[in-house]
């Protein structure tokens, strides 16, 4: 081994040495046994993968999850024929408009995102759920499709232990004052922005 090698590799063991005291220490300091509030939001693709993602981590510690979809359900998708084929204890419920932008009808829509709402505050005040997600729920805000004051509350005053997934674009600032972590996907570039169709198993 070169004397030059030897420096590297010193300098690596170093540098790896301070970092896992940072991370030794961020992991000590986090103390606080609850569950945890996530939003997924931005312009960009992959934050209901992230979420069902979540769904997969918890049934690997059997832990009880509930899925509500908003906006989506007219096209069958890839989660949704799993969730129904391989994990029956899912509880999942979708709002089954499709995208408001087909629908055209507001009241429609508010009727449906009610009745879509109520399934999602019920899972919110039971304490057997371990983790919730709301997939697509800052367009019913954005819209003024629900109470925005309702939603807060139940997403707040969840039971302690329980952990909640938000996803879609905007919400607002109250949403994310609220919620525990908050990550935004940012559009780069998308394959259907140049003519490529949606893929079955990458898409929905």
């Not at 449906?112 to 304490?127: C, H, K, M, S």
Request: aromatic share 8%; net charge negative; glycine share 8%.
């Amino acid at each position: 081994m070169t004397d030059d090698t030897q420096k590297k590799d010193e300098k690596h063991r170093k540098a790896m040495e301070k970092q896992k005291a940072q991370v030794d220490a961020s992991i000590a300091a986090a103390d606080v046994e609850r569950g945890v509030s996530v939003l997924l939001t931005g312009n960009g693709k992959g934050k209901s993968s992230s979420a069902f993602g979540m769904v997969m981590r918890a049934l690997g510690y059997q832990q009880k999850v509930g899925v509500i979809q908003f906006i989506k359900g007219e096209q069958l998708s890839g989660e949704e024929l799993y969730l129904q084929a391989q994990c029956p204890d899912v509880y999942f419920y979708q709002m089954g408009t499709g995208f408001t932008w087909d629908t055209q009808n507001r009241a429609g829509d508010i009727a449906a995102a009610e009745r879509t709402w109520a399934e999602a505050e019920a899972l919110l005040n039971n304490a057997d759920f371990d983790l919730v997600v709301l997939d697509e729920l800052t367009y019913m805000l954005a819209y003024d499709y629900l109470d925005a004051t309702r939603v807060l509350n139940a997403i707040a005053q969840r039971p302690t232990q329980q952990s909640v997934v938000v996803t879609g674009r905007g919400g607002g600032s109250a949403l994310q004052d609220i919620m525990d972590t908050v990550s935004e996907v940012k559009d780069i570039k998308h394959a259907f922005t140049s003519g490529i169709k949606a893929r079955r198993g990458v898409d929905f």
